[in-house]
């Protein structure tokens, strides 16, 4: 069992940074790929980044490409998304998951987050 909780979203301008977090309970956080996921108003879950439970291996959405990195600290229990050059198309809620592989289907992974808020300006 794994609970996750996102933190550090907000109100920023186009161009601008965030670093979402997400922390994980329970001793088995390592074992689990981690993937962020988004989803604005009356749209699908988009699949935004993932990793392996070593990190050695990350994927990324072509939207998100060079602009966005994943990265997780097993010892914190901890997964990041760092986001720059922020656009507008960007503002969504972020969602952190925890399955057994990077995919980019958000239907192989079994635990989430409640979401945080980001929300680029123009």
């Known amino acids: 069992q794994v609970q996750l909780v996102e933190s550090g979203g907000g109100l920023v301008q186009a161009g601008g940074s965030l670093r979402l977090s997400c922390a994980a309970s329970?001793?088995?956080?390592?074992?689990?790929?981690m993937g962020w996921f988004r989803q604005a108003p009356g749209k699908e879950r988009d699949f935004v980044a993932a990793?392996?439970?070593?990190?050695?291996?990350?994927n990324y959405a072509d939207s998100v490409k060079g602009r966005f990195t994943i990265s997780r600290d097993n010892a914190k229990n901890t997964v990041y998304l760092q986001m720059n050059s922020l656009k507008p198309e960007d503002t969504a809620v972020y969602y952190c998951?925890?399955?057994?592989?990077?995919?980019?289907?958000?239907?192989?992974?079994?635990?989430w987050g409640q979401g945080t808020q980001v929300t680029v300006s123009s």
């Open positions: 329970g001793r088995t956080f390592s074992r689990y790929a």
């Open positions: 998951a925890a399955g057994p592989a990077p995919h980019s289907d958000y239907v192989r992974y079994g635990y």
């Open positions: 990793i392996t439970w070593s990190g050695g291996f990350t």
